[in-house]
């Protein structure tokens, strides 16, 4: 191989690991430490945080908030905090 096309390889290559570092950057800047997604038996989605201790749970489609709670003490029932909580904003 010549030089000029083993320089191009070795540039190309460089690029394209500061661009994955770039993009991989702005996607955890995104993101929600310690919320932790579950999926309930009927289909239903939930996220709990765990700094705060509360869970959310939304429908299948994530387009509704359906219940939220909090967990005061593991092996304790959680406490609703509201339940249906979108009803309550559209009034």
């Known amino acids: 191989m010549n030089k000029i096309t083993i320089l191009l390889t070795i540039v190309i ?5 500061s661009l994955g570092a770039t993009m991989q950057s702005k996607a955890a800047s995104q993101t929600f ?17 765990q700094t705060s201790g509360r869970v959310y749970v939304y429908d299948s489609n ?10 005061d003490k593991l092996g304790q029932p959680i406490n609703v ?4 909580p ?4 559209t009034r």
């Open 62 to 71: 994530i387009k509704q908030c359906l219940f939220i709670g909090q967990i």
């Open 81 to 84: 905090l509201t339940s249906n």
């Open 33 to 49: 430490p310690g919320v932790l997604p579950f999926i309930t038996s009927n289909d239903r989605v939930g996220f709990f945080d």
């Open 86 to 89: 979108t009803d309550t904003l």
């Open 13 to 17: 290559t460089a690029m394209s690991f």
